[in-house]
């Protein structure tokens, strides 16, 4: 430190460029890396055998049943990716969506299933009900509206059913009042105390799902999520959002989706300082995969970007459908 650089000032005219000037100074100055240990790869598991089918909206992305599964799972450890997270479209729905929690239901079969082929790969099991009922919403519906309470109950019931079939860790994503707290004592009094709870505790109102809706076969049939999800213009309710769930036992909080809320995670974060996660969410994706396929971007270096870009802005860990690609990415650059 010279005296004309007091501490915490730069100088009159600062040189930045200094340290910008060879891939080695750059590399040792970077300060947010990404790492393929913090990837969840989303996956959707759907009932019978010998089924693939590749979502139009989401190129690379597949519906796939448990056997399959199984196989895309074992590739995605070897490619050293830690952590799926596993979406349920069954056999057939209800008004309550009874398939959730039901042992035999198509989720509960693929986390046996790979519990037992790929052990050391952790399951987390995404837990609402919309990929489950008829109308297609997250909850039960009374008169045109969608309750609350009698919804959480069986959330608890469907996150106690994914534990006992071998889940590691389940994530509530209904945006429910009261939800978290009801999961932790079922998980608790069912056996499960030490079972990890990752909530989707600011999940906004967006269209950016429109391409998952799709992929999980869960649009609504009538009206919208907007009673439950956030309004997009809303970061002060993001914290007393995220701020109940941890209340109620979250142990990892999420922000959905990513990119076009980074401000909302970056204020969890400094906030609480909680394991905070970021769902870099199939519109995201797809936004990509469309423009890089008219080659109007570099697809491969915009991927790398934005999910860099999520984890500077403070997000711990990304489920990202881009996960294969970015760890193949990361492999060729070592
Ligand atoms: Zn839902």
Redesign the pocket.
């Known amino acids: 430190m010279t005296p004309d650089q007091p501490a915490g000032n730069l100088p009159p005219f600062a040189r930045l460029r200094r340290t910008r000037m060879t891939g080695a100074l750059r590399s040792m100055v970077r300060e947010t890396e990404l790492s393929k240990n913090d990837f969840i790869y989303p996956l959707f598991v759907v009932p019978g055998t010998k089924f693939r089918k590749e979502i139009s909206s989401m190129p690379g992305v597949f519906q796939l049943s448990v056997e399959n599964i199984v196989r895309e799972c074992a590739d995605v450890k070897a490619l050293g990716i830690p952590a799926v997270i596993l979406f349920g479209i069954p056999e057939s729905k209800d008004e309550v969506g009874s398939g959730a929690y039901d042992d035999r239901g198509v989720v509960q079969q693929a986390v046996r299933a790979i519990k037992k082929e790929v052990p050391e790969l952790l399951v987390i099991t995404d837990v609402?009900?919309?990929?489950y009922t008829s109308h297609g919403?997250?909850g039960i519906v009374r008169d045109g509206e969608i309750v609350n309470d009698a919804s959480v109950e069986l959330l608890a019931r469907e996150a106690l059913s994914h534990a006992q079939a071998g889940a590691d860790m389940v994530a509530p994503?209904?945006m429910f009042d009261g939800r978290v707290a009801a999961i932790r004592a079922a998980l608790d009094g069912g056996g499960f105390p030490n079972l990890p709870i990752m909530s989707y505790a600011a999940k906004y109102a967006s269209g950016f799902y429109g391409p998952f809706r799709e992929a999980a076969e869960?649009t609504p049939k009538f009206g919208d999520?907007r009673s439950h999800q956030m309004d997009p213009g809303n970061s002060d309710e993001a914290l007393r959002e995220v701020e109940q769930d941890i209340r109620e036992g979250a142990d990892i909080v999420m922000v959905k989706p990513a990119t076009p809320y980074l401000d909302i995670v970056r204020r969890v974060k400094d906030r609480f300082g909680m394991p905070t996660a970021a769902y870099n969410v199939s519109g995201e994706y797809s936004m990509v995969k469309a423009a890089e396929r008219n080659g109007w971007i570099d697809g491969e270096r915009v991927m790398m970007e934005m999910l860099t870009g999520i984890r500077r802005a403070g997000a711990d860990m990304i489920l990202t459908y881009f996960a294969k690609d970015a760890a193949r990415v990361l492999d060729a650059q070592r």
Do not use: F, I, K, N
Request: aromatic share 0%; charged share 30%; glycine share 0%.
């Open positions: 609402c009900l919309c990929e919403h997250c994503s209904d869960s999520r």
